[in-house]
């Protein structure tokens, strides 16, 4: 089968029983737990301390991924083949940039602490519990995060944000993340077997996390929420259906009661509402939209240059005597395809695309084959996806460590999966063929 296209086949590895690969699995998660949690943003703020906790566990990550196979096992995957190609044209992109200089710069970051994670994720697991483990981690993060959000949350005029961080401080950039990591919260909700006291812990904090979405007053994170809510009833039985319909309004009823004033008016901007704030940040992400499609045409090999978009707009606007914006583009898409080319937008693109097909399969083999805790992990993984990449229609993240992160999270769920499945078949060996018994009843 085709990595890719199809679900991962499944691979004996030398080193699953290997104790440093162990030792190597727990660096691994260990940084992603460390960037995910904003964990370090957190302790600085408190302590006024910079821990440089990443440096603990960053390095022998690394280091012990390259010698223990999993860039091997994470390019058996086409979808790592297609970000290493988009990081590639990055590369490429940068001598044509319209300032070299800065677009070194950003190119050097990305290689230097984001794009690492598509390699740190994308070989960690060698099994379905290396792959529960993982959504632990996830899981773990996200509690972190809505605990930051309770305790250091601020409105920002009639919008949740969070002052103990600068990567996800931003509202909208809040409302993004936590799209992407309560789904994993909820896998441990999933299953028959689940403890009822753990439903119940699990839930609490769930709850609260759509809240603080709706909280952000984030068009994206509202439409990401809409889209993940269709992806959820699309997926459940009837009866679960007409609870979570039911379940939907009670939320809206309760935003209309006591989400205060100016966040109501924001969210009502999307429905037709007046809120002067929210129409000129519609107008400022129109003219931004537009204006990224335009350099794409204009320049669609290599862009305006990793990271220029901002500067080059503004350039172009003032020698044109206009103001200028100077924003990012507030879509990652055409972030990518305005800063680096049409290449690498079908690149990036097919990086995600192809990890979400490579996860899809993995999860109808596992509901054809009787594997649901592997169906729930799938679905739930499809779900952060789909929320996130909404989201990303609203905020200029395509250089983020997350995307690397979540396309090598699919890479190694379906191998973890796949792995399981075929030991499980292994295990089922059929009795050999022979006489039937006399009193066999013939057909």
């Not at 910079?50 to 091997?72: C, D, F, H, R």
Request: hydrophobic share 55%; aromatic share 12%; glycine share 8%.
């Amino acid at each position: 089968m085709a990595a890719g296209a199809a679900a991962l086949p499944a691979i004996a590895d030398a080193w699953e029983t290997h104790p440093v690969r162990k030792i190597s699995l727990y660096f691994c998660l260990a940084t992603l737990f460390l960037r995910l949690s904003v964990l370090p943003e957190l302790i600085a703020y408190i302590t006024h301390v910079n821990t440089y906790l990443l440096y603990l566990t960053a390095p022998p990550a690394i280091l012990s991924a390259l010698l223990m196979g999993s860039v091997q096992r994470t390019f058996q995957a086409r979808a790592a083949y297609y970000w290493a190609a988009f990081f590639a044209w990055m590369v490429l992109a940068t001598p044509f940039s319209s300032w070299p200089g800065g677009s070194a710069a950003a190119v050097l970051s990305y290689a230097r602490v984001d794009v690492m994670f598509l390699v740190l994720i994308g070989g960690v697991a060698l099994s379905w519990g290396e792959v529960r483990f993982v959504f632990r981690i996830l899981a773990a993060a996200a509690v972190v995060n809505l605990a930051a959000t309770r305790i250091f949350g601020a409105d920002a005029s009639g919008r949740v944000a969070l002052q103990a961080s600068g990567s996800i401080g931003n509202s909208n950039d809040l409302a993004a993340q936590l799209l992407m990591v309560l789904p994993f919260l909820a896998f441990f909700t999933l299953g028959r077997g689940r403890s009822i006291i753990v439903r119940i812990a699990v839930w609490g904090p769930l709850l609260y996390g759509l809240w603080a979405i709706l909280g952000t007053a984030s068009r994206g994170g509202l439409v990401g929420m809409a889209v993940v809510f269709l992806g959820i009833l699309f997926h459940v039985s009837l009866p679960k259906k007409i609870a979570l319909v039911a379940l939907a309004v009670f939320v809206a009823l309760a935003a209309i009661t006591l989400l205060p004033a100016a966040t109501r008016a924001r969210l009502g901007s999307m429905f037709g509402g007046k809120h002067e704030e929210a129409a000129e940040s519609s107008e400022s992400r129109e003219y931004l939209l537009k204006t990224s499609l335009k350099f794409t045409i204009q320049h669609p090999v290599f862009g305006v240059g990793p990271d220029q978009f901002g500067s080059y707009e503004g350039k172009t606007s003032r020698a044109q005597g206009r103001h200028g914006n100077w924003h990012a583009t507030h879509n990652a898409y055409t972030q990518v395809s305005s800063e680096c080319g049409v290449p690498a937008f079908v690149f990036f693109v097919a990086g995600l695309g192809s990890a979400i097909l490579l996860v899809l399969r993995t999860y109808r083999m596992a509901l054809q084959e009787g594997f649901p805790e592997i169906a729930n992990g799938c679905f739930c993984y499809l779900l952060a996806m789909l929320g996130y990449l909404v989201a990303l229609l609203f905020l200029s993240q395509a250089y983020s460590f997350k995307l690397p992160a979540m396309v090598g999270l699919g890479i190694t769920l379906s191998a973890g999966a796949m792995r399981t499945m075929q030991a499980n078949r292994d295990s089922q060996v059929p009795l050999p063929a022979g006489p039937a018994p006399r009193n066999a009843v013939r057909r």
